[in-house]
């Protein structure tokens, strides 16, 4: 069951009905929970069981990435993702994988990002090499530094969120997702997963799982 918010905003509610008798008559009393934020968490944690077992069983970062970025995709509600990653003799983020929902076409808007390469501070993988902080737009079509828009709107592609993977101090990429909805508020958590310690060739290094985390900051609509 939903409910809908002032904005047009769709969300999970519960209802309980209860019934009483007064003067002979019956009298019914319905109570509305608003759900959203159980549901948020129990979507978090799947999310989180999801990325651990991919990551213990992938023997490499290349084999991961296409399953990680679904595995976020499909249980935290983004139907597009990607995953920009530092061309250091260019000093330019590349997009070296996409997944997205089949039920989109998005072909132009995948096509453009796997074309296109940005510097620090431009577009939504940029803002996030140069802050090394997660990003939040909720409406990308409205916004001057997201350099895809046009390709996005044609692909009825609304809010935008992107954050960094570090390990310890080293920065070693963007991940990035996109809902047809536009979303008004950052969901307030950790995204964050476990992960083996990446070496320059992309395999896993065997010395034990570490923690690479992003910290969400608060929900702005100027990035």
């Known amino acids: ?8 905003e769709e969300f999970p509610i519960e209802a309980s009905i209860s019934q009483m008798e007064v003067g002979g008559e019956k009298l ?14 129990e979507r978090r944690r799947d999310a989180t069981y999801a990325i651990t077992q991919i990551l213990a069983e992938s023997p490499s970062l ?13 249980k935290l509600g983004w139907e597009v993702g990607d995953l920009w990653t530092a061309d250091s003799d260019a000093n ?11 039920s ?4 132009k808007f995948v096509a453009v990002s796997c074309e296109r390469t940005f510097t620090h501070g431009i577009g939504l993988p940029g803002r996030v090499w140069t802050s090394l902080k997660p990003a939040w737009i909720p409406d990308v ?20 969120f992107a ?13 990035e997702f996109f809902s047809r909805e536009i979303r008004n508020r950052m969901m307030p958590s950790w995204y964050c997963s476990t992960a083996s310690e990446a070496r320059s060739d992309n395999s896993w290094n065997a ?13 702005k609509t100027n990035f």
């Open 104 to 107: 989109l076409i998005v072909d």
């Open 1 to 8: 069951m939903s409910g809908l918010r002032a904005n047009g």
């Open 163 to 175: 954050f960094p993977i570090l390990f310890g101090a080293k920065f070693l990429g963007v991940m």
């Open 141 to 160: 079509s409205k916004d001057d530094n997201f350099r895809r828009a046009p390709f996005a709107m044609e692909a009825g592609l609304h809010a935008g």
């Open 28 to 41: 019914f009393t319905v109570i509305l929970r608003d759900v959203n934020e159980r549901k948020q968490t």
């Open 62 to 74: 290349d084999d991961a990435t296409p399953r990680i970025l679904q595995a976020i995709g499909q």
């Open 207 to 219: 010395s034990g799982p570490r923690r690479l985390c992003a910290k969400p900051t608060a929900a």
């Open 92 to 102: 330019v983020l590349r997009c070296v994988k996409v997944w997205h929902d089949s």
